[in-house]
């Protein structure tokens, strides 16, 4: 099982969500399952915002080795769900790559529980924002990645 996390840039967002999913993945006993991220308009190879980086240390999850990378049809033919940041990226993900999964949701459709709500909201792009917001994001993704991830394990 592939999961991919998806933003615009893929040095906030995506990464932020990815790398800690990766952790609570392993010690919820999904291991097995890969993460990736990437960016729809993504740079290959920048590195995560010194911003996501420093908010990430301060839980524990390092985002220091995170390399960008943009979105490929082969990211999207190789991924059992995809998260993305925005109704945006997914309406961009449903035109540019139409064939593939139906498993294309926002990551807040996991905020409230572990069933998806359509009527999520979009979680706003850190980029250039000072640190405190960061930190606003933060509990919005770790409890979106954990009601995901009991999601996953309910499905198993």
Do not use: W
Request: hydrophobic content about 40%.
């Amino acid at each position: 099982m592939k999961v991919l996390f998806v933003c615009t840039g893929n040095i906030c967002r995506s990464p932020m969500a990815a790398e800690y999913f990766r952790q609570r993945a392993a010690l919820s006993g999904l291991s097995h399952v890969v993460v990736a991220s990437s960016g729809t308009a993504g740079l290959d190879g920048a590195c995560a915002s010194p911003e996501a980086i420093a908010v990430m240390s301060e839980i524990g999850v390092d985002l220091s080795r995170h390399r960008s990378g943009k979105l490929s049809a082969s990211d999207l033919r190789t991924s059992d769900f995809v998260l993305a940041m925005t109704r945006n990226q997914l309406e961009y993900i449903a035109r540019r790559f139409p064939e593939g999964i139906d498993e294309r949701r926002l990551l807040r459709a996991f905020e409230k529980s572990t069933s998806p709500d359509p009527g999520a909201e979009d979680l706003a792009d850190p980029m250039g924002q000072p640190i405190k917001f960061y930190r606003q994001l933060l509990p919005i993704i770790t409890r979106s990645v954990d009601h995901f991830i009991l999601h996953l394990k309910h499905r198993a």
